[in-house]
């Protein structure tokens, strides 16, 4: 397969950055998208150019860090999937295909198709979590019994790995899908009882704090999420920031 690549090159936070132009041939349709990417970096490499900059890491859809933008789509044209499980087949002998880094005040560009995610950690910071007792009585989780339906809609809020694709996607930039991925999957569960009050309210205002914007129900997220998180997250998280709010712990 022969494509033509238009990718946004920017140096570094400072720089304006622009799109380019590279060809890139004998591309497989059984190669990953970030295979591909690897062929073109090879290719620069050897013409003495600077590779382009994109995150990866687990390669096997669990660790978020392949975020970009494909022919205006967060992880491309596939629903349920993220860049690194996207194969070449999706794409066409002779296509163009544009590719940009996540594009949100809270995600700035580092370096390329890198944006700096650290935002996210800030918010897991400040509630993603539960408190154990490690006095040597542990309980074992398995110990606990959770309600069928609560612990398989935990495990559904879990999946969630923070890509960002949902804030990529959201018109106003918001990242209410992933707080209330996490928010769900902890108050759900008896083991997130203790920090119920204080994660929703301590979860939604880091976020504000952050700078990602307000959510208008629009559902973007929910398309592009490659976990294909629930908006039924985001009304859990409303329900959960209101009841914490009018009893405070
Ligand atoms: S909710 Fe979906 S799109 Fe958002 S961070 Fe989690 S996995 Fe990524
Ligand atoms: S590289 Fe880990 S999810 Fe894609």
């Not at 570094?12 to 799109?19: L, N």
């Not at 132009?21 to 690897?38: A, H, K, N, Q, R």
């Not at 009585?137 to 969630?160: G, R, S, V």
């Amino acid at each position: 397969m022969k494509l033509t690549l238009k990718i946004w090159r920017q140096s570094g936070p400072e720089d304006k950055g622009a799109m380019k132009t590279y060809p890139v041939e004998g591309i497989d349709g059984d190669m990953s998208f970030l295979e591909m990417m690897d062929v073109l970096n090879e290719q620069l490499i050897e013409q003495g150019e600077e590779p382009v900059a994109f995150d990866h890491d687990c390669r096997e859809g669990i660790c978020g860090m392949c975020s970009m933008y494909i022919n205006g789509q967060a992880h491309g044209p596939k629903r349920g999937v993220t860049t690194c499980q996207l194969h070449m087949r999706s794409f066409k002998d002779g296509d163009t295909i544009y590719i940009e880094p996540w594009r949100s005040k809270a995600f700035p560009v580092v370096k390329d198709l890198v944006v700096d995610r650290s935002s996210f950690d800030r918010i897991i910071q400040s509630g993603g979590f539960v408190s154990v007792n490690t006095s040597g009585n542990t309980i074992d989780a398995n110990a606990t019994p959770i309600e069928k339906e609560n612990a398989d809609k935990a495990f559904d809020a879990a999946t969630c790995i923070g890509c960002g694709a949902c804030v990529a996607s959201c018109k106003n930039a918001s990242a209410m899908l992933f707080v209330s991925a996490k928010v769900s999957q902890l108050s759900l569960l008896p083991q997130g009882d203790p920090e119920r009050k204080s994660r929703a309210l301590n979860m939604v205002n880091q976020m504000d704090e952050e700078g990602f914007g307000n959510c208008t129900n629009t559902g973007a997220c929910s398309v592009e999420c490659p976990k294909e998180i629930s908006l039924e997250n985001i009304a859990r998280m409303n329900r959960e920031f209101l009841k914490a709010s009018v009893s405070k712990e």
